[in-house]
Nanobody
Framework: VQLQASGGGLVQAGGSLRLSCVASGTLSSSHAMAWYRQGPGEDRELVASIGGGRGTEYADSVKGRFTISRDRSKNTHDTLFLQMDSLKAEDTGVYYC????????????????WGNGTLVTVSS
């Protein structure tokens, strides 16, 4: 599986961005997918996930502001989205998409498939 993320950029606080991640290769619809981010000098953190038998889940810091969604086009490839509204300076970082274990009721379990990362910079 190969993942290609895009959509990052520079935005003022309070603004919006929409990230996309196209997944090519053999990916089951039962696999979970997620967005992670890594801020300057910080560890990579889970922002939002979808699927894997748990629907959508969000980090507390982005609940009510971010929306994750997934589109499966004619069973050929998946596109993962992250709609980010009411952006804050602390949302700044490199955002990565990831494929997770299918049917994982205990929580999101990342597999080794990572996208290239797309930089989001929010100016205050």
């Amino acid at each position: 599986v190969q993942l290609q993320a895009s959509g990052g950029g520079l935005v003022q606080a309070g603004g919006s961005l929409r990230l996309s991640c196209v997944a090519s290769g053999t990916l089951s619809s039962s696999h979970a997918m997620a967005w992670y981010r890594q801020g300057p000098g910080e560890d990579r953190e889970l922002v939002a996930s979808i699927g894997g038998g748990r629907g959508t889940e969000y980090a507390d810091s982005v609940k009510g502001r971010f929306t994750i969604s997934r589109d499966r086009s004619k069973n050929t490839h998946d596109t993962l989205f992250l709609q980010m509204d009411s952006l804050k300076a602390e949302d700044t970082g490199v955002y990565y998409c990831n494929v997770g274990r299918p049917n994982s009721p205990d929580g999101y379990y990342p597999l080794r498939y990572w996208g290239n990362g797309t930089l989001v910079t929010v100016s205050s």
